[in-house]
């Protein structure tokens, strides 16, 4: 019986050893689940943020109430409202320019071309139409009437008179086209001048407020380039109008040249038909 004892206690001693452990290391589990969890701390909660000065709302007094381009112009300073209606009067007379150098170069191209084609049908000089170059060319023809066998010299005379009818109508036509190339190479300068007027302006009221603030000073500088713009509209539109008048009475010049070559021709004919 001992020996039966014995021999158990050998065989089931790491048994019992085994399961000790095990209920030990489940008993720990448990009490530290049953102990109490410390409390969480309190959260800091964020103080709100103080607006600084620069993000504070601009005053809706100080502000332009109207941004038109009216309302700029009213609002802009004095000499840049001086510029603006400068530029004003010279885009007016680039137009009206426009306008009356069109008409007049419209009828002289018609009543060129008509003289043009009578004079090219004429058989002599006694049957041209009435017009400055036939008359000129009679008038010398009437002074050198004693000048018998000077054909030559005749020719010259008359070559000479139409020649400087010929540069009288180019000179006619030109005239009121030299505003436009005043007015076109001026115009950008002086609506320059007045935005670098009117921004100086702005800064100065920049340092007066003591702000910069985009909507404080954003209204001063954009009175100051529209002064820029009225230039480059008035400066435009006097450039392309002078180049095209340029070109229309160099036309019209060549025109009158056709004439008068038909005119020495004629002469030409005539005393080639004298004994």
Do not use: C
Request: aromatic share 6%; glycine share 8%.
């Amino acid at each position: 019986m001992r020996l039966f004892l014995v021999i158990f206690l050998l065989l089931f001693s790491p048994v019992l050893a085994f399961a000790q452990a095990n209920g030990s290391a489940v008993e720990t589990p448990a009490a530290t689940a049953a102990s109490p969890a410390p409390a969480p701390e309190a959260v800091a909660q964020p103080s709100p943020a103080t607006p600084s000065p620069a993000a504070a709302a601009v005053s809706p007094s100080i502000l332009p109430k109207d941004l038109s381009v009216w309302g700029m112009f009213m609002a802009a300073d004095w000499l840049v409202q001086s510029v603006m209606i400068g530029l004003a009067v010279a885009s007016v007379v680039t137009w009206t320019v426009f306008v009356a150098k069109s008409l007049e170069l419209g009828a002289a191209f018609r009543r060129q071309r008509a003289v043009l084609l009578a004079v090219g049908g004429a058989v002599s000089l006694d049957d041209a139409p009435a017009s400055p170059l036939v008359a000129a060319a009679q008038a010398e023809r009437r002074l050198s009437a004693d000048a018998v066998g000077d054909r030559e010299g005749l020719k010259e005379r008359v070559a000479s008179r139409l020649e400087r009818l010929e540069a009288a109508a180019g000179r006619s036509m030109l005239k009121g086209t030299g505003v436009l190339a005043t007015i076109g190479a001026t115009a950008p300068f002086v609506g320059l001048f007045g935005t670098v007027w009117g921004i100086m302006n702005s800064f100065i009221g920049i340092s007066r407020s003591q702000t910069t603030n985009l909507a404080v000073v954003a209204p001063g500088i954009a009175e100051a380039l529209l002064a820029t713009a009225l230039g480059l509209a008035a400066a435009i539109p006097a450039v392309v109008i002078y180049n095209h008048f340029s070109r229309r009475i160099a036309a019209y010049r060549a025109l009158v040249g056709d004439t008068s070559a038909a005119v020495l021709r004629l002469v030409s004919r005539d005393l080639g038909r004298r004994p």
